[in-house]
């Protein structure tokens, strides 16, 4: 049997318009992890955080900056560097140029100062949609300057990670970066400068094992991954089932590595009453 409309596609007083498919503009809804359908525009509207489940999207490091530091505050740093393939590691050269193309940054951090509730301070923020937010060479001086530029001026550090860890791209160099970042921030310890390390999703290897984990007071968002190996190299390694929520933000604050675990539309006015507590406003 025929289609129903077949019976007056012949006929002179109907016209049957050929179906179409509407097409849908991309990035318009997005599907959360708890399968809820989200639009964008209402998913921004509320800080990339789910309105059903609570999940924490991540955000771009200039999102983080606008959300965080007082309007028309922040000033980047600016300088020469730029990453460069020294191992003639295959396809990093590529790789690089598509993270550059894709985020807009030149590397997986940003840096800067401006005021936060009043206070100065420097801000360094990783951005985990460049390359998962891998320390390589670039990363590890930016924050290094971003450190010494604290010191100087003698403000309080702000840093939000998110990473995957050191670049492998870069092999033994991107390693380096942990003992230097972490020298760093022993000499804004000994000026008695205070530093907020605030933890995102993901926050991990040789980021979580350097400067991440060296902060005054240690922040982070709900359900962020946060540790050295991911849960599943874990699991492989030891060949033993995890506990559940392990190496999640209240996993961690559970067990002591994290001092508060704080949703992303409280974040800056928590930022700002430590502050308040410890630094006079200029």
Not at 259 to 279: A, E, Q, S
Request: charged share 25%.
């Amino acid at each position: 049997m025929g289609n129903v409309f077949d019976l007056f596609k012949k006929s002179k007083y109907f016209t049957v318009q050929p179906e179409t498919k509407r097409e849908i503009p991309e990035g318009l809804w997005i599907k959360c992890r708890c399968g809820e359908i989200l639009f964008s525009k209402d998913l921004g509207r509320n800080h990339k955080v789910c309105q059903k489940c609570g999940h924490h999207f991540r955000l771009t490091a200039w999102e983080r900056i606008q959300l965080t530091m007082d309007p028309d505050s922040f000033v980047e740093f600016t300088d020469d560097l730029e990453s460069r393939d020294l191992l003639e590691f295959p396809g990093y050269a590529a790789k690089l140029a598509a993270a550059q193309e894709q985020t807009g940054l030149c590397e997986a951090v940003v840096t800067g100062e401006g005021m936060l509730g009043g206070h100065r301070v420097v801000l360094a923020v990783m951005d985990a949609h460049f390359i998962m937010g891998s320390m390589g060479t670039v990363v590890g001086e930016k924050v290094a300057r971003a450190i010494e530029q604290a010191v100087e001026k003698q403000v309080p550090l702000v840093i939000f990670s998110a990473s995957s860890g050191a670049r492998m791209q870069e092999g033994i160099l991107s390693l380096m970066q942990m003992g230097k970042t972490a020298a760093a921030i022993g000499r804004l310890d000994r000026a008695g400068l205070l530093y907020i390390s605030v933890l995102t999703d993901p926050t991990l290897g040789g980021v979580s094992a350097s400067f991440a984990f060296l902060g005054d007071i240690i922040l982070a968002e709900p359900g962020a991954l946060i540790g050295f190996a991911g849960p599943r190299v874990i699991e492989q390694t030891i060949r033993q089932k995890l506990p559940d929520g392990f190496q999640q933000a209240e996993f961690m604050q559970e067990h002591g590595f994290v001092d508060v675990v704080m949703p992303r539309n409280r974040l800056r006015d928590t930022i700002i009453k430590i502050l308040d507590m410890h630094v006079r406003r200029e």
